[in-house]
């Protein structure tokens, strides 16, 4: 049974870091992409960045290309968000997820079969 767990989330001000983690319990095959998601309260569920288990290949949302960074840590089973230069715009609930690379892009939700429970960013101005 895999699990997925977030933490890391919190309230910064508005130029602030944060990062993010996402424990991993259970078997992923190395052939899996890992991502974080984010939802805000209203809006869809959108792909901030994804990692390729098998080669690190790494994908990252235009709206935060240059400010956050996903990594793994294969010893630990942990994901990472780094997130700096933190915008008021960037406070969504924030979940990783866990599915095979396969017929739906990074982007679709489809592409998933496992979701953590998120962890709350607030970014004050």
């Known amino acids: 049974q895999v699990q997925l767990v977030e933490s890391g989330g919190g309230s910064v001000q508005a130029g602030g870091s944060l990062r993010l983690s996402c424990a991993v319990s259970?078997?992923?095959?190395?052939?899996?992409?890992m991502s974080w998601f984010r939802q805000a309260p209203g809006k869809e569920r959108e792909v901030v960045a994804r990692?390729?288990?098998?080669?690190?290949?790494?994908y990252y949302a235009d709206f935060v290309k240059g400010r956050f960074t996903i990594s793994r840590d294969g010893a630990k089973n942990t994901l990472y968000l780094q997130m700096n230069s933190l915008k008021p715009e960037d406070t969504a609930m924030y979940y990783c997820?866990?599915?095979?690379?396969?017929?739906?892009?990074?982007?679709?939700?489809?592409?998933?079969?496992?979701w953590g429970q998120g962890t709350q960013v607030t970014v004050s101005s």
């Open positions: 997820a866990a599915g095979p690379r396969g017929a739906w892009s990074t982007m679709d939700t489809r592409s998933y079969n496992y």
């Open positions: 259970g078997y992923i095959p190395s052939s899996y992409r």
């Open positions: 990692i390729f288990l098998e080669g690190d290949g790494t």
